[in-house]
C-alpha cells in the first residue's frame, strides 16, 4: 500500500503561479512513474503531466510550456509548477503514482485532491 499526501493548492489570480507537491508514503515497492490529475466539474478526469523514474516526462497539450514536473526518486516526492495559470485550468488536481507489485502488475495510487481555483 502507497499513499499518497498532496499540498500547494489554493485561489490565484489568472496569470499567476502555483506549485503542488506530492509525498508518497515508503514501500519496498517500486514507483515507475509519478504524475499529476486534473478533474473540473462535469469533466472527466485528465493526464496533466507526469515523470518516470528515469526522469521522462509528459504533459497535456493545454499545459506545456506553463506546466513543469519534477521529482526527487530519493524522497518520493513529485512537484508540479504551474505559471502563467487561466481559469480553465480550474479542477481539483490529483497526485498519481503507478507502483510495479510484480512483473506484471502495474497498481496505482491516488492523493485525496487539492483545489485549484483560478479567478480574479
Known amino acids: 500500500q502507497v499513499q499518497l499526501v498532496e499540498s500547494g493548492g489554493g485561489l490565484v489570480q489568472p496569470g499567476g503561479s502555483l506549485t503542488l507537491s506530492c509525498a508518497a508514503s515508503?514501500?519496498?515497492?517500486?514507483?515507475?512513474?509519478m504524475g499529476w490529475y486534473r478533474q473540473a466539474p462535469g469533466k472527466q478526469r485528465e493526464l496533466v503531466a507526469s515523470?518516470?523514474?528515469?526522469?521522462?516526462?509528459t504533459y497535456s497539450d493545454s499545459v506545456k510550456g506553463r506546466f513543469t514536473i519534477s521529482r526527487d526518486n530519493a524522497k518520493n516526492t513529485v512537484n508540479l509548477q504551474m505559471n502563467s495559470l487561466k481559469p480553465e485550468d480550474t479542477a481539483v488536481y490529483y497526485c498519481?503514482?503507478?507502483?510495479?507489485?510484480?512483473?506484471?502488475?502495474?497498481?496505482?495510487?491516488w492523493g485525496q485532491g487539492t483545489q485549484v481555483t483560478v479567478s480574479s
Open positions: 498519481n503514482a503507478k507502483v510495479q507489485l510484480s512483473l506484471s502488475i502495474i497498481q496505482d495510487y
Open positions: 515508503k514501500t519496498g515497492f517500486r514507483i515507475i512513474a
Open positions: 515523470i518516470t523514474s528515469a526522469g521522462s516526462t
